[in-house]
Protein backbone atom coordinates (compact mmCIF):
# COMPACT_ATOMS: atom_id res chain seq x y z
CA UNK A 1 0.00 0.00 0.00
CA UNK A 2 1.06 3.55 -0.75
CA UNK A 3 2.60 5.63 2.30
CA UNK A 4 -0.41 7.94 2.93
CA UNK A 5 2.25 10.67 3.02
CA UNK A 6 4.14 9.86 -0.28
CA UNK A 7 0.36 9.35 -1.80
CA UNK A 8 -0.69 13.31 -0.61
CA UNK A 9 2.86 14.06 -2.71
CA UNK A 10 1.38 13.15 -5.74
CA UNK A 11 -1.69 14.27 -5.09
CA UNK A 12 -0.87 17.65 -5.12
CA UNK A 13 -3.53 19.36 -2.77
CA UNK A 14 -4.53 18.58 0.49
CA UNK A 15 -8.55 19.95 1.19
CA UNK A 16 -8.40 21.05 4.81
CA UNK A 17 -11.95 20.68 5.93
CA UNK A 18 -13.78 22.28 8.28
CA UNK A 19 -17.10 20.25 9.20
CA UNK A 20 -19.72 21.44 11.82
CA UNK A 21 -21.87 18.40 11.05
CA UNK A 22 -20.46 15.00 10.98
CA UNK A 23 -23.18 14.07 8.13
CA UNK A 24 -21.92 16.58 6.07
CA UNK A 25 -18.88 14.26 5.36
CA UNK A 26 -20.71 11.81 3.47
CA UNK A 27 -21.74 14.30 0.55
CA UNK A 28 -18.00 16.14 0.86
CA UNK A 29 -16.57 12.23 0.22
CA UNK A 30 -18.46 12.45 -2.95
CA UNK A 31 -17.91 15.64 -4.57
CA UNK A 32 -13.98 15.14 -3.77
CA UNK A 33 -14.17 11.87 -5.65
CA UNK A 34 -15.89 13.53 -8.35
CA UNK A 35 -13.89 16.54 -8.94
CA UNK A 36 -10.64 13.73 -8.75
CA UNK A 37 -9.53 14.44 -5.44
CA UNK A 38 -9.24 11.20 -2.89
CA UNK A 39 -7.97 12.81 0.00
CA UNK A 40 -9.47 14.97 2.94
CA UNK A 41 -8.20 16.48 6.15
CA UNK A 42 -10.48 16.92 8.78
CA UNK A 43 -9.38 19.69 11.31
CA UNK A 44 -10.22 19.16 14.90
CA UNK A 45 -11.45 22.50 15.41
CA UNK A 46 -14.77 21.42 15.63
CA UNK A 47 -16.71 18.37 17.64
CA UNK A 48 -17.96 16.74 14.55
CA UNK A 49 -14.10 15.44 13.34
CA UNK A 50 -14.02 12.70 15.08
CA UNK A 51 -17.44 11.42 13.99
CA UNK A 52 -16.51 13.25 9.98
CA UNK A 53 -13.84 11.04 9.86
CA UNK A 54 -15.17 8.21 10.70
CA UNK A 55 -18.19 8.45 8.60
CA UNK A 56 -16.23 9.58 5.75
CA UNK A 57 -13.69 6.05 5.90
CA UNK A 58 -16.80 3.84 6.70
CA UNK A 59 -18.50 5.63 3.44
CA UNK A 60 -15.61 5.73 1.33
CA UNK A 61 -13.26 3.74 1.91
CA UNK A 62 -11.22 4.58 -1.49
CA UNK A 63 -10.66 8.02 0.33
CA UNK A 64 -7.28 9.27 1.99
CA UNK A 65 -8.82 11.06 5.57
CA UNK A 66 -6.40 12.00 7.71
CA UNK A 67 -7.10 14.35 10.89
CA UNK A 68 -5.46 18.05 11.26
CA UNK A 69 -5.10 20.68 14.20
CA UNK A 70 -4.47 17.38 16.23
CA UNK A 71 -2.63 19.17 19.39
CA UNK A 72 -2.60 16.42 22.03
CA UNK A 73 -1.71 12.55 21.78
CA UNK A 74 -5.90 12.03 22.68
CA UNK A 75 -6.67 13.65 19.79
CA UNK A 76 -4.34 11.22 17.67
CA UNK A 77 -5.47 8.64 19.43
CA UNK A 78 -9.16 9.44 18.61
CA UNK A 79 -8.35 10.12 14.92
CA UNK A 80 -7.31 7.23 14.34
CA UNK A 81 -9.58 4.86 16.21
CA UNK A 82 -11.98 6.89 13.66
CA UNK A 83 -9.91 5.41 10.70
CA UNK A 84 -7.55 8.29 10.09
CA UNK A 85 -4.56 7.32 8.05
CA UNK A 86 -2.10 10.21 8.74
CA UNK A 87 -2.00 13.22 11.47
CA UNK A 88 -1.45 16.91 10.53
CA UNK A 89 -0.82 19.59 13.83
CA UNK A 90 -0.40 23.27 13.35
CA UNK A 91 2.71 22.89 15.19
CA UNK A 92 5.68 21.05 16.61
CA UNK A 93 4.31 19.40 19.62
CA UNK A 94 6.64 16.86 20.65
CA UNK A 95 4.35 14.62 22.46
CA UNK A 96 2.45 14.60 19.61
CA UNK A 97 4.75 13.48 17.14
CA UNK A 98 6.19 10.99 19.32
CA UNK A 99 2.99 9.30 20.04
CA UNK A 100 2.53 9.21 16.06
CA UNK A 101 5.91 7.76 15.69
CA UNK A 102 5.41 4.87 18.35
CA UNK A 103 2.56 4.10 16.83
CA UNK A 104 2.98 3.86 13.29
CA UNK A 105 0.87 6.62 12.21
CA UNK A 106 2.63 9.18 9.85
CA UNK A 107 2.15 12.36 10.81
CA UNK A 108 3.04 16.28 9.68
CA UNK A 109 4.03 18.67 12.30
CA UNK A 110 3.77 22.32 11.51
CA UNK A 111 6.67 24.38 11.40
CA UNK A 112 7.47 28.02 11.28
CA UNK A 113 10.84 28.42 12.12
CA UNK A 114 14.55 27.11 11.61
CA UNK A 115 14.30 25.89 15.29
CA UNK A 116 11.28 23.76 14.28
CA UNK A 117 12.35 22.26 11.47
CA UNK A 118 16.08 21.30 12.89
CA UNK A 119 13.15 19.62 15.79
CA UNK A 120 11.47 17.78 12.78
CA UNK A 121 14.59 16.70 11.31
CA UNK A 122 15.43 15.28 14.90
CA UNK A 123 12.40 13.32 14.74
CA UNK A 124 13.38 11.90 11.57
CA UNK A 125 10.53 13.74 9.66
CA UNK A 126 11.41 15.68 6.69
CA UNK A 127 7.90 16.67 5.22
CA UNK A 128 6.20 19.22 7.11
CA UNK A 129 3.51 21.70 7.24
CA UNK A 130 4.40 25.41 6.86
CA UNK A 131 2.07 27.24 8.79
CA UNK A 132 0.55 29.91 8.17
CA UNK A 133 2.31 29.95 5.23
CA UNK A 134 0.78 33.80 3.97
CA UNK A 135 0.76 34.92 7.42
CA UNK A 136 4.36 34.27 7.52
CA UNK A 137 5.73 35.58 4.33
CA UNK A 138 4.60 33.72 1.82
CA UNK A 139 6.56 32.04 -0.73
CA UNK A 140 9.72 34.48 -0.13
CA UNK A 141 10.08 33.13 3.46
CA UNK A 142 9.49 29.42 2.67
CA UNK A 143 12.09 30.19 -0.15
CA UNK A 144 14.46 31.49 2.22
CA UNK A 145 13.38 28.61 5.07
CA UNK A 146 14.08 25.80 2.64
CA UNK A 147 17.47 27.06 1.46
CA UNK A 148 19.21 26.26 4.65
CA UNK A 149 17.40 22.91 4.86
CA UNK A 150 18.09 20.70 1.34
CA UNK A 151 15.63 17.79 0.88
CA UNK A 152 13.10 19.22 3.29
CA UNK A 153 10.01 19.51 1.25
CA UNK A 154 7.37 21.62 2.78
CA UNK A 155 2.98 21.90 2.93
CA UNK A 156 2.45 25.28 2.81
CA UNK A 157 -1.69 26.38 4.42
CA UNK A 158 -3.02 29.04 5.83
CA UNK A 159 -3.75 31.61 2.76
CA UNK A 160 -3.65 29.12 0.55
CA UNK A 161 -5.85 30.09 -2.48
CA UNK A 162 -6.78 28.96 -6.36
CA UNK A 163 -5.35 32.37 -7.13
CA UNK A 164 -1.70 31.59 -5.69
CA UNK A 165 -1.54 27.87 -5.61
CA UNK A 166 0.06 27.52 -8.75
CA UNK A 167 3.36 30.15 -7.48
CA UNK A 168 3.44 27.95 -4.41
CA UNK A 169 3.44 24.95 -6.70
CA UNK A 170 6.08 25.83 -8.92
CA UNK A 171 8.64 25.88 -5.66
CA UNK A 172 11.04 23.26 -5.92
CA UNK A 173 10.39 22.22 -2.34
CA UNK A 174 6.74 22.42 -2.06
CA UNK A 175 5.16 18.48 -1.53
CA UNK A 176 1.85 19.51 -1.76
CA UNK A 177 -0.68 22.31 -0.63
CA UNK A 178 -3.06 22.32 1.98
CA UNK A 179 -5.96 24.46 1.18
CA UNK A 180 -10.11 25.50 2.20
CA UNK A 181 -10.47 27.33 -0.73
CA UNK A 182 -12.41 24.43 -2.42
CA UNK A 183 -13.78 23.00 0.55
CA UNK A 184 -15.03 26.42 2.23
CA UNK A 185 -17.52 25.81 5.40
CA UNK A 186 -19.89 28.18 4.21
CA UNK A 187 -20.07 25.99 0.87
CA UNK A 188 -20.59 22.81 2.80
CA UNK A 189 -23.29 24.36 5.14
CA UNK A 190 -24.67 25.73 2.09
CA UNK A 191 -24.92 21.97 0.25
CA UNK A 192 -23.09 23.59 -2.67
CA UNK A 193 -21.53 20.20 -3.42
CA UNK A 194 -21.62 20.59 -7.05
CA UNK A 195 -19.27 24.18 -6.88
CA UNK A 196 -16.91 22.07 -4.29
CA UNK A 197 -16.75 19.47 -7.53
CA UNK A 198 -15.96 22.24 -9.47
CA UNK A 199 -13.15 23.64 -7.46
CA UNK A 200 -11.91 20.70 -6.65
CA UNK A 201 -11.67 19.37 -10.44
CA UNK A 202 -9.98 23.03 -11.30
CA UNK A 203 -7.65 22.57 -8.71
CA UNK A 204 -6.58 18.98 -9.90
CA UNK A 205 -5.97 20.24 -13.42
CA UNK A 206 -4.05 23.18 -11.60
CA UNK A 207 -1.76 20.65 -10.34
CA UNK A 208 -1.47 18.93 -13.29
CA UNK A 209 -0.39 21.71 -15.46
CA UNK A 210 2.21 22.77 -13.11
CA UNK A 211 3.68 19.64 -13.21
CA UNK A 212 3.50 19.45 -16.29
CA UNK A 213 5.64 22.74 -16.89
CA UNK A 214 2.61 25.18 -17.70
CA UNK A 215 0.42 26.96 -15.15
CA UNK A 216 0.48 30.99 -14.08
CA UNK A 217 2.16 32.31 -11.28
Not at 49 to 61: D, K, L, V, W, Y
Not at 130 to 153: Q, S
Amino acid sequence: MTNPIARLGELGIIPVVRLEDPTQGDRLAEALLAGGLPCAEITFRTAAAGEGIRRMCARSPEMLVGAGTVVTPEQAQQAVDAGARFIVSPGFDRRVVEWCLGHAMPVMPGVATPTEILMALESGLNVLKFFPAEALGGKEMLAALAAAFVGVKFVPTGGITAANAAAYLKLPMVFALGGSWLVAPKLIAGGAFDEIVRLTAEAVALVAQVRSGGGKT
